[in-house]
């Protein structure tokens, strides 16, 4: 991916529900990068970018919080990820990797100097420092999980020569949620309603 420009939507932690109004800013962008705790393969179909999903596991991404059937989509989740944008790297990691939150930045900071910028998540905490580098950029979280004050993404416009960042949080909103039933439930729902 080296072309001119490029337009980035970085989420993370949608732990199996991504906000309608994230979806509609990445359906606006070039690639879609998820930083881990996605919560189940329709997470990934919902992510329509014009052209492709970059994403990895967070420590909630296993086969007990994801669905059997899905369990091989899974398995092909690396636990990170680097991305090549015009004008440098970026670095994908969940954030879980233990230590305070500035040891952590400390650590990716050192560890991956040659990046332009390093996205983790796990906090649910949208975070943006651009002072040094690389940068260090939290999306917080884009589903209805923890969201401290609304579900949030980043929007990355990258050229070879210039990138620029914009913080979106959106107002939350109630969802309702659809729990299927159990036979006991559906049982006794017949029997009240019969």
């Known amino acids: 991916m080296t072309d001119s420009a490029k337009r980035v939507a970085i989420l993370a932690d949608t732990h199996g529900f991504l906000d309608p109004r994230v ?11 998820h930083a881990g705790d996605v919560g189940g393969a329709d997470i990934l179909f919902a992510l329509n970018p014009r052209e492709e999903v970059v994403a990895i596991r967070g420590n909630n991404d296993d086969a007990a919080h994801w669905a059997e059937p ?8 690396p636990a990170e ?15 879980d990797d233990g230590g305070t939150l500035e040891q952590r930045h400390r650590r990716y900071r050192r560890d991956y100097a040659d990046c332009k910028a390093v996205v983790y998540g796990h906090s649910h905490r949208q975070w943006v ?6 940068w260090l950029l939290n999306p917080g979280a884009a589903g209805r999980t923890r969201t401290y004050g609304g579900p949030s993404c ?6 070879d020569d210039d990138w620029t960042l914009e913080t979106l949080r959106f107002e939350p909103r109630q969802y309702r949620t659809h729990r ?3 036979d006991k439930e559906r049982e006794d729902s017949s029997r009240r309603n019969g």
């Open 23 to 33: 979806a509609e800013q990445v359906a606006e962008c070039d690639l879609a990068i």
């Open 70 to 77: 899905e369990l091989d989509i899974l398995a092909n989740l």
């Open 81 to 95: 990820a680097t991305v090549s944008l015009p004008g440098g790297q970026i670095k994908i990691v969940h954030g």
């Open 129 to 134: 420092d651009q002072t040094l580098h690389p």
């Open 154 to 159: 980043l929007i990355l416009q990258c050229r």
């Open 180 to 182: 299927p039933r159990g």
